[in-house]
């Protein structure tokens, strides 16, 4: 379990300091930058959704409109 622990120190030690470092460097608050992030990937997760979304009703609407008939009498 240590080395779980370590581990974990160690990203999070790393991962703030990437944080804090933009955030002086664009005269920020830490907080306010780390924010930002959580909110953009929200964004980005949420914009992939609603692509997803939208070719599966078109996909569903093409199936709708066009359907393969097998013969002219099944006009």
Do not use: C
């Amino acid at each position: 379990m240590g080395g779980i622990d370590q581990l974990k120190y160690f990203f999070e030690k790393h991962g703030f300091e990437v944080s804090s470092r933009l955030a002086d460097r664009l005269g920020m608050r830490a907080k306010n930058v780390r924010l930002f992030f959580i909110y953009i990937s929200f964004a980005t997760m949420g914009v992939s959704f609603a692509i997803y979304l939208t070719l599966a009703f078109l996909l569903k609407l093409k199936d709708l409109v066009y359907t393969k008939r097998s013969s002219v009498f099944d006009l």
